[in-house]
Nanobody, 118 residues
Framework: QVQLVESGGGLVQAGGSLRLSCAAS????????MGWYRQAPGKQRELVAG???????NYSDSVKGRFTISRDNAKNTVSLQMNSLKPEDTAVYYCAARRGNYGAYNNWGQGTQVTVSS
Protein backbone atom coordinates (compact mmCIF):
# COMPACT_ATOMS: atom_id res chain seq x y z
CA GLN A 1 0.00 0.00 0.00
CA VAL A 2 0.98 3.63 -0.34
CA GLN A 3 3.26 4.88 2.41
CA LEU A 4 4.33 8.48 2.88
CA VAL A 5 6.88 9.24 5.59
CA GLU A 6 7.76 12.82 6.46
CA SER A 7 10.92 14.04 8.14
CA GLY A 8 12.66 17.31 8.86
CA GLY A 9 10.27 19.11 11.18
CA GLY A 10 11.41 20.86 14.32
CA LEU A 11 11.73 24.11 16.20
CA VAL A 12 13.18 27.18 14.50
CA GLN A 13 13.30 30.89 15.19
CA ALA A 14 11.37 33.34 13.07
CA GLY A 15 13.33 34.15 9.94
CA GLY A 16 14.98 30.75 9.89
CA SER A 17 14.71 27.86 7.47
CA LEU A 18 13.68 24.22 7.52
CA ARG A 19 13.55 21.54 4.86
CA LEU A 20 10.87 18.87 5.00
CA SER A 21 11.20 15.63 3.09
CA CYS A 22 8.70 12.93 2.27
CA ALA A 23 9.69 9.43 1.20
CA ALA A 24 7.03 7.64 -0.82
CA SER A 25 6.70 3.90 -1.33
CA UNK A 26 4.14 1.48 -2.69
CA UNK A 27 3.15 3.66 -5.64
CA UNK A 28 4.35 4.47 -9.16
CA UNK A 29 5.77 7.79 -8.01
CA UNK A 30 6.13 9.43 -11.41
CA UNK A 31 2.37 9.35 -12.07
CA UNK A 32 1.44 10.87 -8.72
CA UNK A 33 0.97 14.53 -7.95
CA MET A 34 2.56 15.31 -4.60
CA GLY A 35 1.65 17.99 -2.12
CA TRP A 36 2.24 19.44 1.30
CA TYR A 37 -0.60 20.41 3.59
CA ARG A 38 -0.50 21.91 7.06
CA GLN A 39 -2.88 22.12 9.98
CA ALA A 40 -2.50 24.57 12.83
CA PRO A 41 -4.35 24.10 16.14
CA GLY A 42 -8.00 25.02 15.77
CA LYS A 43 -7.72 25.52 12.02
CA GLN A 44 -8.61 23.51 8.95
CA ARG A 45 -5.98 21.65 7.01
CA GLU A 46 -4.78 23.78 4.11
CA LEU A 47 -2.79 23.10 0.97
CA VAL A 48 0.65 24.69 1.16
CA ALA A 49 2.18 23.56 -2.12
CA GLY A 50 1.77 20.97 -4.84
CA UNK A 51 3.84 19.60 -7.68
CA UNK A 52 2.38 17.70 -10.61
CA UNK A 53 3.75 14.70 -12.44
CA UNK A 54 5.25 17.11 -14.96
CA UNK A 55 6.85 19.33 -12.35
CA UNK A 56 4.37 22.20 -12.37
CA UNK A 57 4.07 23.81 -8.97
CA ASN A 58 1.46 25.79 -7.08
CA TYR A 59 1.59 27.54 -3.73
CA SER A 60 -0.78 29.11 -1.27
CA ASP A 61 -0.55 32.89 -1.23
CA SER A 62 0.70 32.79 2.36
CA VAL A 63 3.90 30.94 1.44
CA LYS A 64 4.54 32.10 -2.12
CA GLY A 65 8.09 33.39 -2.48
CA ARG A 66 9.22 31.76 0.77
CA PHE A 67 8.60 28.04 0.24
CA THR A 68 9.76 25.82 -2.62
CA ILE A 69 8.44 22.36 -3.41
CA SER A 70 10.51 19.92 -5.43
CA ARG A 71 10.48 16.25 -6.31
CA ASP A 72 13.14 13.65 -7.06
CA ASN A 73 11.59 10.93 -9.17
CA ALA A 74 14.72 8.78 -8.94
CA LYS A 75 14.47 8.68 -5.15
CA ASN A 76 10.66 8.81 -4.80
CA THR A 77 10.89 11.86 -2.59
CA VAL A 78 9.26 15.26 -2.41
CA SER A 79 10.71 18.13 -0.42
CA LEU A 80 9.54 21.46 0.91
CA GLN A 81 12.21 24.10 1.47
CA MET A 82 10.84 26.68 3.88
CA ASN A 83 12.64 30.00 4.22
CA SER A 84 11.86 33.20 6.11
CA LEU A 85 9.67 31.26 8.48
CA LYS A 86 7.07 33.09 10.51
CA PRO A 87 5.30 32.12 13.74
CA GLU A 88 2.09 31.70 11.73
CA ASP A 89 3.77 28.88 9.80
CA THR A 90 3.62 26.79 12.98
CA ALA A 91 1.59 23.67 12.20
CA VAL A 92 1.71 19.96 11.59
CA TYR A 93 2.83 19.47 8.00
CA TYR A 94 1.52 16.52 6.01
CA CYS A 95 2.77 14.97 2.82
CA ALA A 96 -0.02 14.04 0.41
CA ALA A 97 -0.32 12.20 -2.89
CA ARG A 98 -2.90 11.65 -5.61
CA ARG A 99 -2.72 9.70 -8.82
CA GLY A 100 -2.67 11.96 -11.84
CA ASN A 101 -2.99 15.72 -11.97
CA TYR A 102 -6.64 16.13 -10.98
CA GLY A 103 -8.90 15.29 -8.09
CA ALA A 104 -8.46 15.16 -4.36
CA TYR A 105 -5.39 14.03 -2.52
CA ASN A 106 -6.21 10.64 -1.01
CA ASN A 107 -2.95 9.42 0.45
CA TRP A 108 -1.45 11.00 3.56
CA GLY A 109 1.60 10.81 5.74
CA GLN A 110 1.51 10.90 9.51
CA GLY A 111 2.65 14.50 9.74
CA THR A 112 5.64 16.33 11.14
CA GLN A 113 5.53 19.25 13.57
CA VAL A 114 7.00 22.60 12.60
CA THR A 115 7.20 25.22 15.33
CA VAL A 116 8.41 28.74 14.63
CA SER A 117 9.20 30.85 17.68
CA SER A 118 9.05 34.64 17.67
Amino acid sequence: QVQLVESGGGLVQAGGSLRLSCAASGLPFTVYTMGWYRQAPGKQRELVAGITTGGLTNYSDSVKGRFTISRDNAKNTVSLQMNSLKPEDTAVYYCAARRGNYGAYNNWGQGTQVTVSS
